[in-house]
């Protein structure tokens, strides 16, 4: 049975699942984006993946969130700050269907949520950047995991027809019941090494060769498993693994963590879902967090900076 | 006393230079050779709150300059080392003074020589426009006390020759509770000031939302007011107010290390956290904010050379 799809935020991200989705004979892609430039090349010329995937596909994009038609799926991979402009602009295309967050961070969901009737947490580790309007390098394959949100779950059917699709479209995808423990590995992984791009100008891999500042990547993943445990989350792997694995240099040695690339662009950085989300969360069930305070106070201030 | 050396001749060391040059015959140490002989040809001129020009003279050896009775040493934190090591061996009788932000600057000289040494801290600051040209722009004093060798009598007689040059200074029997102060406010301010990319303005003193930095620069002064009361030094003014006060004057100053970052040049987080988190770690008081700033401030001038580090800061 066909499905419709739409992806809200039509960055690097989004722009990975809404061309290789559009590879697939049975799925009808849209995809939202306020870049008119890449909204307009991707009708024109299709959307195009280079690097560590050479993909052609061809969604229909818009500006206009009125124009979409009622959908099945939604997979939203706007930057964090974004959700709630974007989830309120498109809700109306959802009314009958489930909304997956690919987003980084932890707190999407909620926001979903209080549009949406159906929801999907999720955590996806591909990368990539856009190089041109439609044009996008894929940099890092990797895996996508989707599970029901607890507050407002979508149906694990549905959660099991998404993944599906996804992992038939070349971006292996699993659907599990509690799909928290890959979503804190990852934003406890990326608020461990972001920052401390962001704040130093240097490479992932340069941050890890640094046994200090490896050192102070280990406070905060110490931090951050804390509040996850708090809360009864099991970590579906070790954080520090990732870290390292990252590091190497056939993986992402060379990488500008996202908010390194935010920072020199002078763009809003996601710090307030990253090591502001953890130490939200600390704050609320009692765990202390102040290395991941320290850190979102100067990535605040860096931003205060502009 | 009537001869005076400065060694090194940056903004302080330029403004100690031609301030002392009205009341004394001043000589000046510097690093590289086409500073001296500019010192030599045109002197220091002095603008902002002053306008004048002193005649120095100046060279890159000790040698090559006339025995003083007070060595000014002026140099950046991280250089104390080198020049305290060309002093080695001259000018016995000298009072040694040194300047530098933090602590411990006394005890690097030291170990190079007896000379009897005087401690201070100095709040004045200014802007360097040239070799030869220096802007004085905060005419705030110079604290000295003694240290080894010497007493409060020394401390008293240096400080009433700088007052007589022009600039301020003041003398106390223990300058201690001076430089920790500062130190405490410094490591707090600066290394802030240098990650974030932000003057010093009201966001320092912020503390309405959870995220705001006054948050961070109050846990970070409390850290190095235990250190402090772990040496014990009572400090004599308060870190927290100190910044609270700045930031209301809305003169939004840049401090000296995030200066140094603009222009990516070394800065003195070593003298500065660094000394902080040494005198921390010698008193079993823990500062791990201190240690976090540290290891960023580093990492970020790791940043500006190309190739990989694989040394560790280790303060």
């Known amino acids: ?306 | 006393m009537n001869r005076v050396c400065v060694a090194g001749v940056g903004v302080i060391g330029s403004l100690f230079a031609a301030f002392l040059a009205r009341v004394a015959d001043v000589s000046a140490l510097t690093r590289r050779e086409d500073h001296a002989r500019a010192l030599n040809e045109e002197g220091i001129r002095v603008s902002g709150r002053g306008d004048f020009t002193s005649r120095v003279t100046a060279a890159t050896t000790p040698g090559a300059l006339p025995e003083p009775e007070l060595v000014i040493v002026a140099c950046k934190g991280g250089d104390v080392d080198p020049v305290a090591a060309q002093l080695a061996g001259h000018w016995p009788d000298a009072i040694v003074m040194t300047v530098q932000n933090g602590i411990g600057a006394d005890e690097i000289v030291a170990r190079h020589g007896d000379w009897p040494l005087l401690a201070s801290v100095t709040f004045m600051s200014g802007t360097r426009h040239a070799d030869t040209h220096v802007e004085y722009v905060l005419d705030t004093a110079t604290w000295i006390g003694p240290a080894r060798g010497t007493t409060p009598a020394d401390a008293r007689r240096v400080a009433a020759l700088i007052e007589s040059s022009g600039l301020k200074a003041e003398a106390f029997d223990d300058v201690r509770p001076a430089q920790w102060s500062k130190l405490v406010f410094n490591a707090t301010v600066n290394t802030v000031a240098a990650l974030t990319g932000l003057r010093h303005d009201p966001h320092f003193a912020a503390l309405d939302d959870p995220r705001d930095l006054g948050h961070l620069v109050r846990a970070l002064m409390d850290e190095g007011k235990a250190v402090a009361r772990a040496a014990g030094v009572t400090l004599d003014e308060d870190p927290w107010e100190m910044n609270v006060l700045a930031t209301q004057r809305g003169y939004r100053h840049a401090p000296s290390m995030l200066e140094d970052v603009w222009e990516k040049r070394p800065t003195e987080v070593d003298m500065i956290t660094g000394s902080l988190v040494r005198e921390a770690r010698r008193l079993g008081v823990p500062v791990p904010l201190h240690e976090t700033m540290y290891r960023l401030v580093k990492a970020k001038e790791a940043s500006w050379r190309s190739e990989s580090v694989s040394s560790a800061a280790a303060p």
Request: glycine share 10%; hydrophobic share 40%.
């Open chain 1, 1 to 306: 049975m066909a499905i419709r799809v739409c992806v809200v935020g039509c960055g690097a991200v989004g722009s990975l699942f809404a061309a290789n989705l559009a590879t697939l004979g049975d799925v009808e892609v849209w995809a939202y984006d306020l870049a008119r430039e890449h909204v307009d090349a991707t009708n024109r010329d299709g959307l195009r993946l280079t690097g560590a995937g050479e993909v052609l596909g061809r969604p229909r994009a818009t500006a206009d969130a009125a124009e979409l038609p009622p959908c099945d799926f939604g997979i939203v991979a706007t930057k964090a700050m974004h959700t709630e402009a974007a989830i309120a602009a498109t809700a109306h295309a959802f009314a009958g269907g489930c909304v997956a967050t690919v987003q980084n961070g932890i707190g999407n969901e909620e926001v979903l949520a209080r549009h949406v009737e159906r929801v999907i947490r999720g955590t996806t580790f591909p990368a990539g950047k856009i190089t041109a309007p439609g044009v996008v390098q894929w940099d890092v394959k990797g895996d996508t995991t989707l599970g029901p949100f607890e507050d407002r779950p979508a149906p694990f059917s549905e959660v099991e027809r998404l993944a599906e699709a996804c992992t038939r479209a070349g971006m292996p995808t699993s659907a599990v019941h509690d799909a928290r423990g890959p979503q804190w590995r990852k934003v406890i992984f990326n608020a461990a090494t972001n920052p401390l791009g962001a704040l130093t100008g240097l490479t992932h891999g340069r941050v890890c060769e640094r046994p200090d500042l490896r050192r102070l990547a280990t406070a905060l993943v110490d931090e951050g498993k804390a509040v996850a445990g708090a809360q009864g989350i099991t970590l579906d792997s070790d954080p520090e693994e990732l870290i390292d694995y990252a590091a190497r240099p056939e993986v992402a040695y060379d990488h500008k963590a996202s908010m390194l690339q935010d920072v020199e662009a002078r763009r809003q950085t996601e710090i307030d879902f990253l090591n502001g989300g953890i130490a939200g969360f600390g704050q609320r069930l009692g765990v202390p967090t102040p290395t991941h305070e320290a850190i979102w106070a100067l990535v605040k201030g860096v931003e205060a900076s502009w």
